[in-house]
């Protein structure tokens, strides 16, 4: 007989308790809430340490009174009607209304698991002590094969989501795990000591002791970005004029195109402002973009603008999973607005000759690799400065360019490479990238991403003054970001 809840009945037998609510975060009396499943009412609570069960009515934001069961639990997963939790070579299936045992079902060889999570009849069980994923179907009480996933820690909880497994590992992050390889296709860092895991009509909530809270979160195929904090911010953008006086009186017009705090997966703006007024336009990837046209024979050097905007920014690591490095080598080819960061870059001799020597290594011993290990290696090699990277990477063929990021906790700036890699796109190679885990590229959430110098259009193009002159302003130079103040901050 299929088991619904029926308010009533259930909130009698159970005995409501209110509980204290914190935007989506609710208190309980857990010191190791391992097990987290929702049955697309209620979300059920299990501890470890105490073996209590509690049930929380999700729309109704109030919780049931606990039940002390009479076997071990660890995590939990919803098999209508009933719950299952595993213990050392059993699946032990319980009714959340009584907390009776229903059925136990032997584990061949799994000696100690610790984390379940099912896909209809279908359980996926993480065994602690030979750290794979063994399948099992529950009906036909088959265990079908196993894998590793590719996670450097053991695993507390697990629950399946849209074709996906998503765990709890003890570094505290919740990864997307592939049910097919073991593969990590993403990850999002977590509250400290957060335990069970469950997602609640589209939302994903943990368990971390004495509190059951939501984590926001943006998924696409290619990553999960999360744990983002929100500032309102003010500051003054100075924009250098570089033609010269002999170029003013020759030129009928002078233009200078720049775009300017891109939008991201890693970064969400909102309501820029300027004063003096500009007219910001949105590029294709959402860059604001702006133009400065001057009259011949302008006499004009600067503009100094006071912004005020809101962004908020998430904690992301672009991960490029065994399935995702396969589909590189099948994508179209570039979009010409990507395909001009493949142009040479001007290096002095020395760079020149560095930028050669590890070009012709790399396609002697290396070529037709994924050009995450090329990255790889360029970061290995501490001798090489990011032009000569830079310069490497498009020569290979793979799109590269300067990217300008403000830590917003320091205020201070930091020049990173991005590479454009199919089908994700741009992705940074922060201070936070490294070698030794190649595939991930980790943007932190107090980095604000603010422009790329190498974007920045000049027509006509500036020519070379012979010397005496005085040099020209680098590309670098020609925007500045100076005086940030955080006006308003929150994490969520």
């Not at 195109?257 to 003096?276: C, E, I, S």
């Amino acid at each position: 007989m299929k088991y619904f809840f029926h308010s009533a009945l259930l909130f009698a037998f159970l005995g409501i308790i209110p509980t204290a609510l914190t935007g989506e975060e609710f208190q309980l009396e857990s010191k190791v809430p391992l097990g987290l499943a929702y049955d697309g009412k209620i979300l059920w609570i299990a501890d470890a340490e105490s073996r209590e069960l509690t049930g929380y009515d999700v729309a109704e934001k109030k919780r049931f009174s606990s039940r002390v069961l009479s076997f071990d639990v660890r995590d939990l997963a919803y098999w209508a009607p009933n719950l299952v939790t595993v213990i050392p070579n059993y699946i032990i299936v319980l009714n959340p209304l009584n907390g009776d045992l229903v059925d136990k079902i032997y584990l061949k060889s799994i000696d100690d698991p610790v984390a379940i999570a099912l896909d209809m009849h279908q359980a996926y069980i993480y065994n602690r002590s030979d750290k794979k994923i063994h399948r099992f179907h529950l009906i036909d009480r088959i265990q079908m094969g196993a894998f590793s996933p590719e996670i450097a820690t053991d695993l507390r909880s697990l629950t399946f989501y849209k074709g996906s497994l998503w765990g709890v590992a003890k570094d505290s992050k919740a990864y997307k795990i592939s049910t097919v390889d073991g593969s990590v296709t993403s990850f999002l860092p977590l509250p400290q000591s957060s335990f069970g895991i469950s997602f609640v009509d589209g939302g994903l909530y943990v368990a971390k002791p004495n509190q059951v809270r939501s984590i926001d979160f943006i998924e696409t195929e290619n990553y999960v970005a999360a744990a983002k904090r929100n500032f309102t911010l003010k500051a003054r953008l100075h924009v250098a004029l570089p033609w010269n006086a002999e170029e003013r009186a020759r030129e009928m017009r002078l233009q200078l195109n720049y775009a300017f705090l891109p939008l991201t997966a890693h970064q969400r703006l909102a309501g820029l402002r300027a004063d003096p007024f500009i007219r910001f336009g949105r590029r294709e990837d959402g860059a604001h973009t702006a133009e400065i046209l001057l009259e011949r024979k302008s006499a004009e050097m600067k503009r100094d603008y006071t912004l005020q905007f809101q962004v908020t920014l998430f904690n992301l690591t672009h991960i490029f999973s065994p399935q995702l490095m396969r589909l590189y080598f099948k994508n179209p080819e570039l979009a010409d607005s990507v395909r001009k960061y493949l142009e040479p870059v001007k290096l002095g001799e020395r760079e020149t000759a560095q930028e050669k020597s590890f070009r012709k290594q790399w396609l002697s011993t290396k070529e037709g690799k994924h050009p995450i290990f090329m990255v790889q290696d360029l970061k290995r090699d501490t001798s090489l400065s990011d032009p000569v990277r830079c310069a490497v990477l498009r020569g290979l063929g793979v799109p590269c360019r300067r990217m300008y990021f403000m830590d917003l906790d320091t205020k201070r700036t930091s020049d990173f490479l991005q590479v454009f890699i199919q089908p994700t796109g741009w992705v940074t190679i922060t201070s936070q990238y490294s070698p030794e885990s190649p595939r991930e590229f980790p943007v932190a959430n107090n980095e604000l991403e603010l422009f790329s110098p190498d974007d920045i259009s000049i027509q006509p193009k500036l020519k070379p003054m012979p010397a005496p002159a005085p040099p020209r302003v680098s590309a670098s130079s020609l925007l500045n970001v100076t005086d940030v103040q955080v006006v308003t901050s929150s994490i969520e």
